[in-house]
């Protein structure tokens, strides 16, 4: 009783189950790392200390989607940059257009989340760009639009060209998720589940969730054949 009172608990609040090896959990924090000190790099020529540390800070959060979840949708190039990107422009037209306050802070971020929803480019850290557009330092506010282009631009490619390179040293990841190619693959076969339903449940369902209906195909067709394969082995152990 006490244990399934322990996984009901663990269920309510939201703790999953991670099968990950121990190596690609450090791998994630090693490579994020290594990406951030680079983007730090490039913020510190432009802006001054703290105000290049809130610029990281938005960006931090970005490392943990695309050095630890690559192969998610929010993850992928699209969501990140211009995630990044109009969130930003809006929390520069609000600075300029109402001044800085949390009330402002607060309508630039719930504008940005609409405004990603429609641009299908939906990437959480870009809420706290947004923010830090409105209430960060003097040299950000200074630097007007022209902060879009430099340091932001620089640190997001800088950002992207680092999580193509470090994702794809490794054969079990692929950054962005679409060079998987058994994706492809999976997509052209003839399956009783296809993709439309996977669409279908998803619109009806009206949620939206950190996967691409590709990987979520591709986990239901590999869980599959490994359902198959553990039959299999139960058959073949039966007494004949």
Request: hydrophobic share 50%.
């Amino acid at each position: 009783m006490f244990l399934s009172l322990c996984r009901n608990t663990a269920r309510f609040i939201g703790i999953e189950t991670n099968k990950t090896s121990h190596f690609e959990r450090f791998l994630s924090g090693i490579t994020a790392c290594v990406a951030l000190v680079s983007v730090f790099y490039c913020s510190s020529l432009f802006l001054s200390l703290p105000d290049s540390l809130l610029v990281v800070s938005s960006i931090g959060a970005s490392a943990v989607l695309l050095f630890a979840v690559p192969h998610g949708a929010l993850s992928q190039p699209w969501p990140f940059v211009i995630g990044h990107l109009i969130s930003a422009l809006i929390g520069i037209f609000f600075y300029q257009e109402f001044g800085a306050s949390f009330l402002t802070g607060a309508a630039a971020v719930g504008t940005s989340i609409v405004v990603m929803h429609y641009l299908r480019c939906l990437h959480p850290p870009g809420g706290s760009t947004a923010l830090s557009c409105v209430i960060g330092g003097s040299s950000i506010h200074a630097m007007g639009y022209e902060f879009l282009l430099y340091p932001l631009l620089i640190n997001l490619l800088a950002m992207l060209a680092l999580a193509v390179i470090l994702n794809n040293c490794f054969s079990w990841r692929r950054y962005p998720a679409a060079l998987n190619t058994s994706l492809h693959q999976e997509i052209n076969e003839q399956h009783l589940l296809e993709m439309d339903d996977l669409y279908h449940v998803l619109e009806q369902e009206d949620i939206f969730i950190d996967v691409s209906a590709e990987e979520l195909m591709h986990i239901y067709n590999a869980a599959r054949e490994h359902a198959k394969e553990r039959h299999k082995r139960l058959v073949s152990t039966l007494p004949k």
